[in-house]
């Protein structure tokens, strides 16, 4: 192996003396280890040492960014207000490391787009997003056999939107019924993005994803088609979707080894049933590699909007043909206990005056790591619903204290009357005093968050001595 072999034998000073190394080091991950420098440290005019690192918050960045940005439209007679950020409301987020700018939100196809909804709808549906900032559109060729990339690619056409003002994704697995037609071959990789292109009556999309891992074809062959796409330019970027860390490892190791490419984003299911891979398994890719994580199924199926407690409603999901495992999910003994927990969330909802929709949407949105969330909807009335998780004052401010950690506490150790108890006692009569000089701008100022980021953190040792009480009962 490459971390355990130290050379043959040899004579003083050969490659036997040479010092053992691992994997990460070779790959430049040990990010532990700190270069070495020779001489004293340099310091600057004002005493400080040259390269040690400036203590600034993840805010008091992005504010001194906000501030260069502002000066240099100054300078070309331009204004943040002109920005599509500034008039809808939108917040944006890098691709993981990448610098692409995508929506916090983003527009699914599965089972809607092509199927479920007429093309009617669903160009109401992608207006109504495009129009409130929303800037990613994700398909797939397997999605309606095809029919989902079709019916977006007529809509885009049709709405005659600007090409650089959109991103677009797509993925790649299973393209028809012969042998050739799925897989991760290099012979479907290069087809079926074709055949994407085709349908969707564009040059290139912005993001390919292998839909899902072939263990009968290698990394290298996976990696070598990607980088081929990208330099043909069919597309930006690639990423894995339903992939495991090892399998993203070694496909990053193999991009390295052969200066390639590497994934940039995995997609993965996230939602508050289904938590481990994106909170203690990605993150650590995030920080060492800069992967970008797209998540799907916010609300579970529609699981956590409640409407599922009493029955299946007709047109649902759950009530199409080819969904009866969604059904058997819902009504089994495992889907009955997540029903319960949803039925404690819903004071809270209430109490934050929205949806428990927008409530789930915008506890996915408060895990930094996540790039974007992609909803999938029926039409353009629940999107605007959706939407409302971002738009919301009360989420934005409050959300602060009660983070995916804290969630954990109240969902899955049933100490749901201790999270309520928290809300009642200490949340809401600071969060109301904070909030009312912002209730008739319908904005929050730098100031108010920095207080509520406070508040968050003066609480935090609070309520993990709660959650630690909690799991002892």
Same mark, same amino acid.
């Given at each position: ?54 203590? /600034? ?5 992005? =504010? ?6 502002? !000066?240099?439209?100054? @300078?070309?007679? *331009? ?68 029919? =989902? ?22 993925? *790649? ?27 969707? %009556? ?46 993203? !490892? ?16 995995? #997609?993965?299911? $996230? ?12 993150? &650590?890719? $995030?920080?060492?590699?800069? /992967? ?6 916010? *609300? ?33 003994? &495992?889907? #009955? ?8 969330? #819903? ?11 927008? /409530?789930?949407? =915008? ?19 629940? /999107? ?29 150790? =049933? ?5 309520? %108890?928290?809300? @009642? ?22 100031? *108010? ?19 630690? @009480?909690?799991?002892?009962?």
């Amino acid at each position: 192996m490459v971390g355990s072999r130290s050379g043959g034998g040899g004579g003083g000073g050969g490659a036997a003396g040479r010092a053992k190394f691992s994997v990460e080091e070779f790959y430049g991950l040990n990010n532990n280890k700190k270069p070495k420098c020779m001489g004293p440290p340099i310091k600057s005019a004002m005493g400080r040492n040259l390269g040690q690192q400036e203590d /600034l918050t993840e805010e008091a960045r992005k =504010a001194l960014e906000q501030q260069r940005l502002e !000066m240099f439209l100054q @300078e070309c007679q *331009l204004s943040l207000g002109d920005t599509v950020a500034e008039q809808t409301g939108m917040v944006y987020r890098n691709l993981g490391k990448t610098g692409l700018r995508v929506s916090c939100v983003g527009i699914g196809s599965w089972v809607t787009i092509g199927s479920q909804i007429s093309e009617e709808a669903a160009e109401d549906i992608l207006t109504v997003a495009y129009e409130n900032g929303v800037n990613l559109f994700d398909t797939a060729e397997i999605y309606a056999s095809g029919k =989902a990339e079709v019916t977006l690619g007529n809509i885009i056409k049709k709405k005659g939107w600007r090409r650089s003002s959109f991103v677009i994704s797509t993925k *790649l697995y299973w393209g028809g019924q012969a042998e050739t037609e799925r897989g991760l071959s290099r012979k479907h990789i290069i087809e079926g993005l074709r055949g994407s292109l085709e349908r969707l %009556q564009l040059e290139y999309v912005d993001i390919v994803f292998a839909n899902r891992p072939d263990v009968t074809v290698s990394s290298e062959e996976i990696v070598r088609a990607m980088t081929f796409l990208i330099n043909q330019g069919e597309t930006m970027y690639w990423g894995t979707s339903r992939w495991s860390t090892v399998e993203i !490892m070694e496909a990053y190791s193999v991009a390295r080894q052969f200066n390639l490419i590497p994934p940039s984003c995995e #997609q993965a299911e $996230y939602h508050l049933f289904q938590r481990d891979k994106v909170e203690t398994q990605l993150p &650590e890719l $995030y920080h060492k590699i800069g /992967l970008g994580v797209m998540t799907w199924s916010p *609300l579970a199926c529609g699981l956590i909007t409640g409407k599922y407690e009493d029955c299946i409603p007709e047109h649902s999901r759950a009530s199409l043909p080819g969904y009866e495992w969604l059904k058997t999910k819902i009504t089994n003994e &495992e889907g #009955q206990l997540q029903q319960a927990k949803i039925k404690a969330l #819903q004071p809270i909802a209430n109490k934050m005056s929205c949806t428990l929709a927008q /409530l789930a949407i =915008a506890w996915c949105l408060m895990n930094e790591t996540i790039s974007s969330v992609l909803l999938g909807v029926s039409d353009a009335e629940q /999107l605007r619903e959706n939407l409302g998780a971002i738009q919301s004052l009360v989420l934005s401010a409050f959300f602060p204290l009660v983070g995916p950690w804290k969630m954990s506490g109240g969902l899955q150790d =049933a100490a749901i009357s201790s999270f309520l %108890q928290f809300i @009642e006692e200490k949340g809401f009569k600071i969060y109301n005093s904070l909030t009312k000089q912002s209730c008739e701008t319908g904005k929050l100022s730098r100031c *108010l968050r920095g207080e509520m980021n406070l508040l968050y953190r003066k609480t935090k040792v609070e309520w993990k001595h709660r959650e630690e @009480e909690s799991k002892k009962r």
